[in-house]
């Protein structure tokens, strides 16, 4: 895959990582995820170089739709290899944040930078996930149709996909389970297997960050396991991971950090310092209550 | 039976028939599947009255009217992008000002004419037995660029229909892609406004297509067997017609509606008739499988 202008190193890495192999082991890759302390520094791949500016940043993001402000003055940095949970009641700013970060929504004020250099469109090194329901299920395409638009749309369309790039979606479909399902309509998918078709085609389009919006909403537990397995195999790749949820202990269990957001910056860092009773007040409201079914809340 | 089929294959004006309608039927059927699955069938049946206007001005200035009917469909269709985009109104409400409008503009520039009538009528119902060899060889070249540019942009189209963030997040510039299928479309309704008219055209896009949507799951398969039905309609309505003697558009569009009716009933997987045989096939007496262990 074509890596644009040559001023990330990544190019040759694709090829080099095994990807999608269908030997890793869910459970395994799970349980390891679950005993890492949450703000464990983990170290770059060796491949990578690691690097003194943050992948994704933000500096004084505005986002305006008319009078209505839905991000104000946002200063966000992202780095390698970490999972960062985007919280926040709804209508705070986190689908806004994730589309301007994916280069979709243009910023009324401030700018996002990738690598150092400001981004003002779509970036093939970015993979946005949209939520479910903002999809036509009834369209005639199969499991494996889906996976393969990881591909289609940054194709020239002189060359038709090949079987490498068939390859790639069904050992992506493989690893997320579906790989029996490659045949079948996707309106005929549960919620849970249709957003496990999302992140097939998310891992097909092989990018640096990912940008997922609400991916734990509305689907089942082996699902939500395999997400989180996901999130740990992107990690160790180096891979940036940034997800929407306002599910606090989910974000509590698979975030290296979070961000509170109520459309300005409430609290950032690793789960435990931020999400304190005032922090989450303060975003959710002063009706929020406060409790996690573990009993591990501050 | 044979004078039946070959007595109208005779004569020229239903060779020129039969060929404008078949060519009809593949580009309609083809332009029709995104119609259906985008859910423009409100758009097509607007840019089909709002071309109305650039024919009549064409018509009027002894200019080439499918440049008149082009021009006319773009505007119209930047003026509801416009509009519909504004927040205030729904692009429904935009299709339907800009629709009305330039449909009452077409027919106020007509009114002038002394041959206002006849003329009202063909653009509505079309001429199809007045198709010409020229107008044959126009069609064919139009659906020619309509079809090679569906076909070098089919993944895009199909990434825009289905997932319009996605695409966006692709690179894909959602607005382009837009004009590029609405111009498109408004070239497939011009070329088919002689053939069935403007009042049946819309029919022509979306009943092939919706019949084709219900005997298959797979895109390329639904591409290839609404424009089958398309074609086929045409010629079996055209026989119709021909043997009936009731208006050739009209008996198309019943011939499609029709084959409609037919997959909707008896579809092999998804038919209303065939889904609730099955069932009685496979539970033939549900009351005795209430206690299976009790009757063991």
Known sequence: MKTGDGRRETGGTSREQPRFHASSDHAAVSAQIADAPSESPRGAPVSRLPSPVSRLTTEGLSVHFGPRSALDQVDVAFDRGETVGLLGPNGAGKSTLLKVLAGILPPTHGVVRFDGVPIRRPDPCVVYVPQRTGVDWSFPV?????????????????????????????AALE???????????????????????????????????FLLDEPFAGVDVPTQELLVALFGRLRDAGKTIVYATHDLSQAKASSDRVLLLDHRLVAAGPPDAVMTGPNLRAAFGGAAVVVDAAGAMP | MSDWVLDPLNRTFMQHAFGAIVLVGIICGVTGVFVTLRGLAFMGDALAHAIFPGVVIAFLLGGNFLIGALVAAIL?????????????????????????????????????????????????????????????????????????????????????????????????????????????????????????????????????????????????????????????????????????????????????????????????????????????????????????????
């Open chain 1, 142 to 170: 199969s499991v494996l149709d889906v996976a393969l638009m990881g591909r289609s749309g940054r194709r020239s369309r002189w060359a038709p996909l090949g079987n490498r790039d068939r390859a790639d979606a069904l």
């Open chain 2, 76 to 296: 119209v269709s930047l003026g509801i992008g416009a509009v519909g985009q504004g927040g205030r109104l729904s692009n429904d409400t935009a299709i339907g000002v800009f629709f009305a409008g330039s449909f009452a503009l077409g027919i106020a520039l007509i009114s002038a004419q002394r041959t206002y009538t006849r003329d009202l009528t063909s653009f509505l119902l079309g001429t199809i037995l007045g198709v010409s060899r020229k107008d044959l060889l126009l069609t064919a070249a139009v659906g020619l660029v309509v079809l090679a540019a569906m076909l070098l942009f089919r993944r895009e189209l199909t990434l825009v229909a289905f997932d319009r963030t996605f695409a966006q997040a692709s690179g894909l510039n959602l607005w382009a892609y837009d004009q590029l299928f609405l111009v498109l479309l408004a070239l497939t309704i011009v070329v088919s406004l002689q053939t069935v008219g403007n009042v049946l055209v819309l029919a022509m896009l979306v009943t092939p297509a919706a019949t084709a949507r219900l005997l298959t799951d797979r895109l390329a398969t639904m591409t290839a067997l609404s424009a089958l039905l398309g074609a086929g309609s045409g010629v079996a309505g055209l026989y119709v017609s021909y043997h009936a003697g009731i208006a050739s558009g009209a008996s198309v569009v019943l011939v499609a509606t029709a084959l409609f009716a037919l997959a909707y009933l008896f579809a092999p997987r998804t038919g209303i008739v065939t889904v609730r045989v099955r069932r009685r096939l496979h539970f033939p007496h549900p009351e005795r499988n209430v206690f299976p262990a009790e009757t063991a």
């Open chain 1, 175 to 209: 690893w997320v389970g579906m790989r029996q399902h490659a045949d079948v309509q996707i309106g005929q998918l549960s919620g849970g297997q249709q957003q496990r078709v999302f992140l097939a085609r998310a891992l097909v389009q092989n990018g640096d960050v």
